[in-house]
Structures are given as structure tokens and as C-alpha cells.
């Protein structure tokens, strides 16, 4: 009897640059291979002559032909093309951030939801230093806007809750982020000194959206590489990067930038994590499990109050029965209450919280999932 073989899939091209058009590379990839897509495609800015700033000097604009497009059908068209080939190399879980202006944005976000797209959140990239508007004839165009989608709706996309609260200084991260454009040494120059790329993006933006959005070792797409902000970031967070660049000059910039990069120190790669994403411990597995008896006491956060440990996990005090959250509300007189770091339990005369309990047995769960079968 003889068996099929079967064709194994391709090798993903982790940590390099394909050349060529974007559609074509994508196509040549494995289908569900990435965890996150960031595209900077282009804005179609529909430029008329040049720009002069009063002094008469001539400004730097986004006029170069890989941003020119014959009319508004041709660029809707290749937008179709380029999200459909991105949303088949998506995971099931997997998400895509697009940035765009006001001349793009809008036809990104229509495509999107054509396609199946789950919209997530729009992110306004507010500039602190804005290019002024030098005819004085429109507002100074001061921020892009950014689109975060997963692959479908229900999707469990990945987002880095606590972590973004930990890089805001302890405040829910909001849907407006300053950040300056990029300038000093940061903007990379070609050998005439000008800019090497016009559109070159600050990775301050891209060390927000990777640490929301991914975790180390995930495969990071960037379909517009450009320069190569995207890769660079990733390559320092420790994930993996495609980058896809059809301009010989940009690969050239990427590549050289890359090979400066350093990835940070592993223990520094990890984020705080969300505490949702934590897998679920009742207070009844703690007592199945002996790490506290019934009859035992608990005591509350300033030992005004105790409970005893009951046989089923609940909690008996003065007047009041149930869970550690319920009675811990009522002797509050509050609507709720964290009974896991409410409740202390009394160890060689130190009061300990309950929460240590819950995060051993944590432990031993991580342990045992990551454990070879």
C-alpha cells in the first residue's frame, strides 16, 4: 500500500525583506501564518504642482510614483486586492493596524468592513510637531489616523491591556496618542542627506502598537516596509518580521537599519499582563487542596473584620454568609469586592493575602500546560 505525501507548506521568510509587489509576496505565502499585519499603504495624496514654503523654499512632499494612482476606482482597486491577500495570512486570531490621512482613511475603512474586517478601534496619532500649513488656506493637518481590526468579528485578537496602562503611567491607555513625528537622529538620510523615506514613521508609534498587540515570538507583517520602522521595533520586542519593499533605495535603508538593531535583554520582553487572560482559580480549589482548612479564619485588609473557611469555599461571619467577594461587599457596605486581596489568612504571626494561594496554584497550571506531552 502506498501512502500520498503530502506538500509541506513553505518556509516562512522570518526576519527578512521580500522584494517585488506587495499582492504578489503576499499570495506566495502560507495562508493563517501571521499574528499581526501593520500597513502604511499609500495615502494617494492626489498632490497639484509643487509646495513652497513663504521663504519660497520648496517643501518635501509625498510626490513619488508609488503614491500616485490614475483615479479614486483604481485605488479603491488596489486597495481590495491588497487587504484580501493581508486577511488570508491572518491567524484566526490574528489583527491588522492600518494608518492612513484624511485622503485614504476613510476608503481603508470602508474596505475593511467590505471584507469581513472586524473594527476594533481608530486611533488618532496626534503630532506634537506638525508640518504648518504653509498656503494658510486649511487647518494644519496635525494627526493621522490609525485603524486597529482583527480578522472577523469574535475573533480573540491579542491586546495588552495592562501593559499599555503600565506605559501610560497607570491610566487606561486612551484613543488619542501624542507623538512627535520623526526628526533628529532618528529620520534616516540617503547619501545626499536628504530623507530617505518621506512617509518614514516614529517608532514610538510602533513600540505602542507592537506591545499592545502582540507577545514575543509572534510574526509581525508590514506589506509597506519602507524603511523599515516596523521590522525594527519588532526585531528589538522580540518578534519575528516580514517585511515586503518593491523600491530597491528603501531595502536598502531597511537593511542597513536592521543590522544596527539589538534585541532587548530577554526578561526585559515581557509585558504585564491582562489579568482576564489569566486562567480562572475558584477559592473552592484552594480549600479542596488543603492550602487553607475549614474553620480556619480569614481576616479583612486592616483587621477590622474575619470569616471562617467553610468545607464548600464560601465564607460564615457575624450575620453573613456566601463567596469571598459577597462577604466581603457586605461587611463593606460596598456594591462589590475583590475578596482575593480583601481576605488575609494568619502564617508564623504575619497576615498573608489569599491572592498568594491563587497565584501558586496559577503557577502550576502554567507549568504543567508548557510541559512536553
Not at 501610560?168 to 507623538?179: A, C, L, T
Request: net charge neutral.
Amino acid at each position: 500500500m502506498t501512502t500520498k505525501k503530502t506538500a509541506e507548506a513553505p518556509a516562512l521568510p522570518l526576519n527578512q525583506i521580500l522584494s517585488g509587489d506587495c499582492i504578489e509576496a503576499m499570495e506566495s505565502l502560507p495562508a493563517g501564518s501571521v499574528d499581526l499585519i501593520f500597513a502604511d499603504p499609500p495615502y494617494n495624496l492626489q498632490l497639484k504642482g509643487e509646495l513652497h514654503r513663504p521663504d519660497n523654499s520648496r517643501v518635501d512632499a509625498v510626490d513619488d510614483h508609488w503614491d500616485q494612482f490614475s483615479s479614486f476606482a483604481s485605488y479603491d482597486e488596489f486597495t481590495r486586492r491588497w487587504l484580501a491577500a493581508a486577511r488570508r495570512l491572518l491567524k484566526p486570531n490574528g489583527a491588522i493596524w492600518v494608518i492612513g490621512s484624511y485622503h485614504n482613511v476613510f476608503r481603508l475603512g470602508a474596505e475593511l468592513q467590505n471584507q469581513g474586517y472586524w473594527i476594533l478601534n481608530d486611533v488618532v496619532w496626534r503630532k506634537s510637531n506638525p508640518m504648518p500649513n504653509f498656503r494658510g488656506k486649511r487647518l494644519t493637518n496635525a494627526h493621522e489616523t490609525l485603524i486597529w481590526a482583527s480578522r472577523g468579528e469574535g475573533a480573540k485578537y491579542t491586546f495588552n491591556y495592562e501593559a499599555l496602562k503600565a506605559l501610560n503611567d497607570g491610566v487606561q491607555m486612551r484613543s488619542d496618542w501624542v507623538i512627535p513625528i520623526c526628526t533628529g537622529h532618528e529620520r534616516l538620510k540617503d547619501d545626499q542627506g536628504d530623507k530617505a523615506h518621506p512617509t518614514q514613521k516614529p517608532e514610538a508609534l510602533l513600540h505602542r502598537v507592537i506591545v499592545a498587540t502582540t507577545n514575543p515570538g509572534d510574526v509581525v507583517l508590514d506589506p509597506f516596509f519602507g524603511t523599515g520602522t516596523t521590522g525594527a521595533v519588532a526585531k528589538m520586542l522580540g518578534r519575528d518580521f516580514i517585511g515586503i519593499e518593491r523600491e530597491e533605495s528603501y531595502r536598502k535603508a531597511a537593511t542597513e537599519r536592521l543590522a544596527r538593531i539589538r534585541k532587548y535583554d530577554a526578561s526585559a520582553l515581557e509585558v504585564t499582563g491582562s489579568k482576564r487572560a489569566e486562567p480562572r482559580v475558584p477559592f473552592g480549589q484552594v480549600v479542596e487542596r488543603g492550602m487553607l482548612r475549614p474553620g480556619e479564619e480569614l481576616f479583612s485588609v486592616g483587621n477590622r473584620f474575619k470569616a471562617k473557611v467553610r468545607a464548600d469555599g464560601t465564607l460564615i461571619g457575624n450575620d453573613v454568609k456566601g463567596s469571598i467577594h459577597q462577604v466581603g461587599a457586605a461587611y463593606e457596605g460596598a456594591p462589590s469586592c475583590n475578596g482575593w486581596t480583601y481576605w488575609h489568612f494568619r502564617r508564623d504571626g504575619k497576615m498573608i493575602p489569599i491572592d498568594i494561594l491563587r497565584q501558586q496554584i496559577r503557577a502550576e497550571m502554567e507549568a504543567e500546560a508548557a510541559r512536553p506531552n
